[in-house]
Nanobody, 125 residues
Framework: QKHLVESGGGLVQAEGSLTLSCAAS????????MGWFRQAPGKDREFVSA????????IYLDSVRGRFTISRDNAKNTLYLQMHILKPEDTAVYYC??????????????????WGQGTQVTVSS
């Protein structure tokens, strides 16, 4: 059974940094594109960043580009999201997701078929 588990969330002050991790188990995700999404209270889930199967292509939400960096270590079956210069509007539950049947990064949540349970990120002002 394919499984994704996020970690690394927490409470941080504005301008601070956090690194999220997403550990994949149950199968190798080396041929799968993966992504990060987030959902703030009362809002729809939104795309944050995604990476293709080998890390050669990354895409970002405009508001996080330059502050967040997505990366992956296929040998460890782990996805990362380094977040810097955090803002209160970054507060949300962050989810990692995988496209089990595609190597290509996508902005659209409907293209991802495996999801983690999420990790809370809270940025105080």
């Amino acid at each position: 059974q394919k499984h994704l588990v996020e970690s690394g969330g927490g409470l941080v002050q504005a301008e601070g940094s956090l690194t999220l991790s997403c550990a994949a188990s149950g199968r190798s995700f080396g041929n799968s594109a993966m992504g990060w999404f987030r959902q703030a209270p009362g809002k729809d889930r939104e795309f944050v960043s995604a990476i293709n199967y080998n890390g050669d292509n990354t895409i970002y939400l405009d508001s996080v580009r330059g502050r967040f960096t997505i990366s992956r270590d296929n040998a460890k079956n782990t996805l990362y999201l380094q977040m810097h210069i955090l803002k209160p509007e970054d507060t949300a539950v962050y989810y990692c997701a995988a496209r089990s049947a595609s190597r290509d990064a996508s902005y659209y949540s409907t293209n991802y078929d495996i999801w983690g349970q999420g990790t809370q990120v809270t940025v105080s002002s």
